[in-house]
């Protein structure tokens, strides 16, 4: 059983930067890839980033490839999305989740999930 407490989030303006955080508990993430999720209201939740349990292997979505890094601290069991030149497009709730296999780019496919943290991006 795995635990997950996303923070971070809040309002910015167009172009400025945001660090989220997703913090584990009850168990170590080491051993688990983990993946950051947005949804934005009426819209489908889709995949951002995700990162192997050794952190040696990234994957991103185009529409981020390049402004936003995924990262992770097994030692503080702690993972992160560094979000830079964020955009209005941007605006969503942000959710980690955890699976106990290869990064995959389907949600159906993670097994824990946090609460979200929202994000909103001001022109």
């Known amino acids: 059983q795995v635990q997950l407490v996303e923070s971070g989030g809040g309002l910015v303006q167009a172009g400025g930067s945001l660090r989220l955080s997703c913090a584990a508990s009850?168990?170590?993430?080491?051993?688990?890839?983990v993946g950051w999720f947005r949804q934005a209201p009426g819209k489908e939740r889709e995949f951002v980033a995700g990162?192997?349990?050794?952190?040696?292997?990234?994957v991103y979505e185009d529409s981020v490839k390049g402004r936003f890094t995924i990262s992770r601290e097994n030692a503080k069991n702690t993972v992160y999305l560094q979000m830079n030149s964020l955009k209005p497009e941007d605006t969503a709730a942000y959710y980690c989740?955890?699976?106990?296999?290869?990064?995959?780019?389907?949600?159906?496919?993670?097994?824990?999930w946090g609460q979200g943290t929202q994000v909103t991006v001001s022109s």
């Open positions: 990162i192997s349990w050794s952190g040696g292997s990234t």
């Open positions: 009850g168990r170590t993430l080491s051993r688990y890839s």
């Open positions: 989740s955890a699976r106990g296999a290869f990064i995959a780019k389907d949600s159906r496919e993670y097994d824990y």
